[in-house]
């Protein structure tokens, strides 16, 4: 070996190491980011069972007009953790004897309007692309009235509205 200076001939070696390990954090990275989405995925979808199956609910909440009334089976800890309005609302609220807690809502929100918000609350996306405009502008409304708990609810709705109705404003 002629004289080389201890290390030197390792130089290609660590380069190597530095690459495969950026690359395998990269991988990391990648597989951990698509592992998050497919968790809030399964979550958010239970939280739906949950809700069309009714399991294990604490709360019924009455909504429409006179002879079209519907009652929706839902779950105080959700409720309270996501609106505001529901937290309110449950604070004051008396427990039956099977302590379910009953909600009237107010009769201008129509079950339409309520299913979307409900569903929002437990899921966390709403698609409003069969809608008309009048339908979405009404929804803005309502939806501001639940003080959801991120906000996000109204602003996607505005901006759905906005992108696809501009004469309204």
Known sequence: MANKKPGT??????VQYIHCCSTVSENSAEFI?????????????????LLEKG?????IIKVGKSTN????????AILKCRSFYFQNKLKDSLKDVNSI???DLESHISIQQFEIIIKYIYE???????FDN???????????????????????VQQ??????KHYF
């Open 101 to 103: 807690m009953k909600i």
């Open 55 to 59: 399991i294990d609910f604490n709360v």
């Open 9 to 14: 001939g390792n130089t290609n070696l660590c």
């Open 160 to 165: 759905h509205f906005s992108k696809t109705s």
């Open 69 to 76: 009334i519907k009652e929706s089976k839902a779950h105080s």
């Open 134 to 156: 009048q339908f979405i502008f009404d929804l803005i409304l309502v939806t501001d009235e639940f003080l959801l708990e991120d906000r996000r609810t109204t602003k996607m």
């Open 33 to 49: 980011r698509k592992m998050t989405i497919k968790h809030f995925e399964k979550l958010s979808n239970n939280y739906i069972e």
């Open 124 to 130: 966390g996306s709403v698609s409003l692309e069969n």
